[in-house]
């Protein structure tokens, strides 16, 4: 079993970090065919890319926030996931 986060945000990777989150590796993109049965994936990933990932059993965990309006398109700090909020929402996808 694998834990993947998918991002390309320091801010993001310093979050997890002072949040004690475990993972086996930080990566910038996903290929949903590598994810095994049991195999977390946690970032904020297109929802197609969420079916494929609960499709070959693996568990995908949402990193969300509430982002303000002025704070959309800028790169955040690990302080301002704190202030917006951050957490970790796990999603059970499926392609109808």
């Known amino acids: 079993m ?3 986060f998918v991002t ?3 801010g993001a990777v310093e979050w997890a970090a002072r949040q004690g ?3 086996d590796a930080v990566i910038a993109h996903l ?3 590598e994810i095994q049965s049991g195999d977390v994936v946690i970032g904020t990933l297109p929802i197609h890319l969420v079916a494929q990932v609960c499709a070959r059993g693996g ?3 949402n990193l969300s926030l509430d982002v303000s309006l002025d704070a959309r398109g800028r ?3 690990a302080d301002d ?3 917006y909020g951050a957490r970790l929402e796990e999603y059970h996808v499926a392609r109808v």
């Open 8 to 10: 390309r945000h320091p």
């Open 2 to 4: 694998t834990t993947y």
């Open 31 to 33: 290929d949903p065919d």
């Open 21 to 23: 989150l475990a993972v």
């Open 75 to 77: 790169e955040l700090s």
């Open 81 to 83: 996931l704190i202030r």
């Open 59 to 61: 568990r995908y965990y």
